[in-house]
């Protein structure tokens, strides 16, 4: 503290150890736009933990235990990913720090608001020899959209305050912590919302002095403006269904209000469900007339949703991959567009790509080579509509950037009469080919192909959907009828993309950087996050690569989460890759099966036992359809398998490509 001017305090406990006076004031600022922090067991990170206990008492925060670093770093990306808001990562000094890369780099690449905060040995200690103590300061460089760095010195060399000298002393803690998670949050023109790290290193003692007075508890720190439980939870149900919550818009203006910003509200991140401002709507009404074009939209992941309502209303077809938040066929989506793309001279579907005039790009498509050769080509304009930053954005790409809507409207304009009929009816009559083609494999094998199963699961769950990396949302893009109201329900259909329940469905994916690592802690995170069941369906080494998703402290909430694994006994996508014609050459097939199948028979249900979660075996697809029906009676986590061969997928695939090609 510096000499002569009196501290601002807004409590007192000095009392304690400053360890723990320096966590809660990061704490504070955190929560300030922060309601889920996942942490995982340490001794370096105590201070944060006794920390967050307290916050967590006084209903700041919810706090989930983990064992597993990398599993809590992606339960927090599935709190992020959900909710829209920034979601935090708690882990002690050391390797625990080191597994959260991975999470860092999805949250990277697909904007997500994931504040990693890592425990460290104070300076002092770094470079004796001291134990689990490695250089942790800028260990996501390069990867975050911001880093902090505190070390506990830095308060009585007055770097850092404890107790603010105003309402608004940058140097405070807790306004430190706050201004970081801002930016996880904040999206320009110039960079879109994604992870931050906080580096804190912590000298002993470690541990809370005991509480000296009844009136210096913990009720002593909470912040002021907390909304009170209750009504947090009225907003936050509220804030699932808009853009910016209520809670978001408050919290943003105490921020504001505190720091001496404008308090405007945060910026939602890709994939939640904003709505089309009545600006956007004016813009989407204005361009349904002049001039009349064919153009084609590329819906791909976290597309934004006034551009798809653009679409829409001016009759542009889309493809849409399953994340865009455009894939439903009540919508118009066009089926099955992967095979139209790459049909042969001559096909409907060559006729349609021949007569387009303009494609535009939103969001991000990542799962299919025909579109990266449609968006790729030189004859055809091709625009990106980019109103903000991307995270994934490269400025290499040869496309014409389009950053406001108006732009957009004036060059599409409405489509040609019969334009989105056409490639509608072209999807129609090749997703009858596929569903065929899928019944007759079924019946030669008497068993359905992981193909269909996929398809089976994403048009018959009444959950939202995690799909993952893979074959599985490869499978579910290319074959699935998607419908944003739910088989079995009177809902209405309406351009603000609501099913039944008022909220449009979810359909999740780690499509930042496609890994299988994570997957499954993700959907928990989503799961948690939504207070609702979630079914995640991903192949057998995706399931897998992340079984401590299954790892669950006894003290904790479970997810809701069914996780419907497709086990074909390896990984069956390279087979459809280059890889799956080397594996046909001469005396090939084993090496190739070696070193990219990867083949496993790992015992699933032994596993679900040893963790203590439901299991089923789904032989047919009428046993499956059983296991996941009835989703409000289920309890906690269950783990569905349903076991498929791999070995006839590249032939299924061919015939599927073969017998629309003959459209
Ligand atoms: C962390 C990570 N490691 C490796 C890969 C490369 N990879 C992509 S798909 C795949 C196999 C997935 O197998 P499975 O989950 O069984 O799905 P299948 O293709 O069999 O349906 C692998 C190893 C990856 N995407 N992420
Ligand atoms: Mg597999």
């Known amino acids: 503290m510096t000499s002569g001017r009196r501290p601002f305090r807004e409590f007192d406990d000095s009392y304690d150890a400053e360890s723990l006076r320096l966590a809660r004031r990061v704490i504070r600022g955190l929560s300030l ?15 944060l933990a006794y920390a967050l206990a307290e916050a967590e008492q006084l209903g700041v925060l919810d706090v989930h235990m983990r064992i597993d670093e990398r599993s809590a770093a992606f339960t927090a990306l599935g709190l992020a990913m959900s909710t829209g808001q920034p979601a935090g990562v708690v882990t002690t000094s050391g390797t625990a720090a080191g597994n959260l890369l991975p999470a860092v780099m999805e949250a990277d690449m697909a904007g997500i608001p994931l504040v990693v905060i890592t425990a460290d040995r104070p300076e002092s200690l770094h470079g004796t020899g001291a134990n689990q103590t490695v250089w942790q300061q800028g260990m996501f460089a390069g990867r975050v959209r911001d880093e902090l760095h505190i070390d506990q010195s830095f308060i009585a060399e007055g770097q850092v305050r404890l107790e603010p000298e105003s309402r608004d002393d940058m140097l405070a803690a807790e306004t430190q912590a706050a201004l970081l998670v801002r930016a996880a949050v904040t999206a320009t023109a110039r960079s879109a919302p994604g992870p931050v790290h906080l580096n804190i290193g912590f000298a002993d003692p470690l541990v809370p002095e005991e509480v000296p007075t009844p009136q210096a508890g913990i009720q002593r720190w909470a912040r002021k403006g907390v909304i009170p439980a209750q009504e947090r939870e009225r907003l ?30 945060l910026q939602p991140t890709a994939g939640s469900s904003d709505q089309p401002s009545a600006d956007a709507q004016q813009t989407i009404d204005d361009a349904a007339h002049e001039p009349v074009t064919r153009t084609l939209f590329v819906m791909g992941h976290g597309a934004q949703r006034e551009a798809v309502d653009f ?30 793309l790459q049909a042969p001279r001559g096909s409907a579907g060559e006729q349609l790509v021949a007569q387009t005039e ?69 999807g129609l009559a090749a997703q009858r080919v596929i569903d065929a083609v899928l019944r007759e494999d079924e019946q030669e094998h008497s068993a359905p192909s992981s193909v269909r199963a996929a398809q089976f699961v994403a048009e018959t769950v009444r959950t939202p959907l995690l799909l993952g990396s893979s074959s599985v949302i490869r499978d ?36 930042g950087l496609a890994g299988i690592d994570g997957n499954l802690s993700a959907a928990s995170g989503v799961a948690l996050a939504a207070g609702e069941r979630i079914t995640a ?47 046909r050459r001469s005396g090939q097939a084993e090496s190739v099966e070696r070193l990219f199948g990867t083949p496993q028979d ?34 906690g986590m269950r783990i569905i398998e349903v076991r498929t061969d791999r070995v006839g997928l590249r032939d299924l695939h061919q015939r599927i490509s073969e017998r629309v090609a003959e459209l």
Request: charge should be negative; avoid cysteine.
């Open 33 to 47: 736009t922060m309601r889920h922090v996942v942490l995982a067991p340490g001794s370096r990170s105590a201070p």
């Open 236 to 265: 936050y149900q509220q804030a699932r269904s808009g853009s910016v919550s209520p809670a978001e818009q408050l919290e943003a203006a105490a921020l504001g209000e505190r720091l001496g910003f404008d308090s405007e509200p």
């Open 311 to 340: 679409a829409v209303r001016t009759g542009h077809p889309m493809l849409a991959e399953p994340t865009s938040g455009a894939r439903w066929s009540d919508l118009g989506a066009i089926q099955a567009y992967r095979l139209l």
């Open 537 to 583: 369906l991903v192949g057998d080494l995706t399931f897998l690569h992340d079984v401590n998703a299954l790892l669950l402290p006894s003290t904790e909430q479970v997810p809701q989460l069914d996780i419907v694994v497709i086990n074909d006994g390896g990984g069956a996508i390279f087979d459809q890759l280059e890889h799956g014609a080397v594996g």
């Open 602 to 635: 790992v015992d699933i249900e032994a596993l679900a036992d040893a963790y203590h979660h439901e299991y089923y075996f789904a032989e047919t697809l009428q046993e499956l359809g059983e296991a996941l029906a009835h989703p409000d009676d289920r309890l």
């Open 476 to 511: 579910v893009d290319l074959t699935a009828v998607l419908t944003r109201s739910l088989p079995g329900s009177a809902g209405t259909q309406s351009l603000d993309g609501a099913g039944p329940g008022g909220r449009p469905r979810a359909v999740y994916a780690l499509r």
């Open 358 to 426: 303009r494609v535009v790009v939103v969001g991000r498509p990542t799962l299919t080579r025909p579109v990266q050769r449609l968006i790729a080509r030189q004859d055809i304009e091709v625009l990106h509509y980019a109103p903000g930053a991307e995270p994934w954005h490269d400025h290499r790409l040869p496309r014409r950037i389009i950053t406001d809507l108006r732009e957009l409207a004036g060059l599409t304009g409405t489509a040609a009469a019969g334009w989105r009929q056409a490639w509608q009816d072209a």
